[in-house]
């Protein structure tokens, strides 16, 4: 049969015939009228072998039930059809005995003839194109993993520089200072007072007769007391003071802008609320007192050692008046008996 193609020659050598995309036209039977050559290269058959031949007798795959509706709309001139690569893959395969596996996005127009429609069909061999998007994809994916695994990497560094900064600086008992970091950070605090002419005072605790409540109740019931009295001294103080457990029972306390007064008053207070607190341990409630050393910068403290050292000797000097008294250079409290 003899099937006259309907598009005019001068259209189809110089145009549709050199493109680089794959075109075909059918009728509503499904009949081949054109057949470019790049199609025909792309499948394998030829002008001739293809135009007057139904079109899914070459390629059984457009008998397709979901397929064939498209084409019906595309006949009764509705809007294209559009047959992706991803989902379809290849429509228009090759006849070759071992067909490259290729991917085609196809188009199907419907393409006015008197008083129906034709379908022009488009065919684009997307192959190369997706190739790329998939290594685009992997390539994307991979960085992301990589990405993702070197945040947790670096989430993980800083956990663990922290946890060391902790263990560094933080008593592990009581959750203070410990004596290094106590030490580093009350030596700047002296240092700010010195350059900016404000008073310091600095306090040295001393938990009185600790060594019978361990050898009495055991180190854990200790331990228990240590804590609870370090929870004491976090809500005495003020953030801006420092605070640092310096020894098995000694802690010690550092008060920028307070002068001796002030820093006797907050000792008594602080030494009268613990003589009242029970402490919880695992053997019950407990009760302690404390003895405290006092000092306030003077410029005869050359560094912060000499500063330590007046409170330490303070310290003492309450510890041999009695316990559970607060001291200084230049302050005695009235004596206290052991028990109270």
């Not at 991917?103 to 488009?122: E, F, K, N, P, W």
């Not at 029970?278 to 050393?293: A, E, R």
């Amino acid at each position: 049969m003899d099937v006259q193609c309907p598009f005019p020659p001068f259209y189809q050598a110089p145009v549709l015939n050199q493109l680089p995309v794959g075109v075909a036209v059918i009728d509503s039977e499904y009949t081949v009228l054109f057949f470019n050559k790049c199609l025909s290269s792309w499948t394998g058959y030829a002008y001739g072998e293809v135009v007057g031949k139904n079109i899914r007798d070459l390629f059984p795959h457009l008998h397709d039930g979901y397929l064939a509706a498209r084409f019906e709309t595309v006949f009764q001139g509705g809007p294209p059809a559009i047959f992706s690569a991803q989902i379809h893959g290849s429509l228009f395969p090759s006849r070759e005995k071992q067909p490259r596996d290729r991917l085609q996005h196809v188009t199907v127009s419907g393409l006015r003839r008197d008083d129906d429609y034709l379908a022009m069909i488009c065919v684009e061999d997307v192959t190369e194109v997706y190739r790329r998007l998939k290594a685009y994809s992997e390539m994307r994916d991979r960085a992301v993993r990589e990405l993702g695994e070197r945040r947790r990497a670096e989430q993980a560094l800083r956990e663990s520089e922290e946890k060391l900064r902790i263990l560094a600086t933080i008593d592990d008992l009581t959750g203070l200072l410990n004596r290094r970091q106590f030490i580093e950070l009350a030596a700047r605090a002296l240092k700010q007072s010195r350059r900016y002419g404000h008073a310091l005072s600095l306090m040295i605790i001393d938990v009185d007769h600790f060594k019978e409540i361990n050898d009495t109740y055991g180190h854990q019931t200790g331990d228990d007391a240590l804590s609870g009295l370090a929870r004491v001294f976090q809500e005495t103080f003020r953030q801006v003071d420092v605070i640092g457990r310096i020894g098995g029972e000694e802690f010690a306390c550092a008060l920028p802008e307070t002068n001796l007064n002030g820093a006797i008053c907050v000792a008594e207070r602080l030494r009268a609320s613990i003589v009242d607190l029970p402490l919880l341990t695992v053997k019950g409630s407990l009760s302690v007192t404390i003895s405290i050393g006092v000092a306030e910068l003077d410029d005869a403290d050359e560094n912060f050692e000499a500063l330590y050292s007046r409170s330490d000797r303070a310290l003492y000097k309450a510890k041999n008046n009695g316990r559970n008294r607060v001291e200084s250079d230049e302050y005695e409290s009235p004596r206290m008996s052991d028990g109270t």
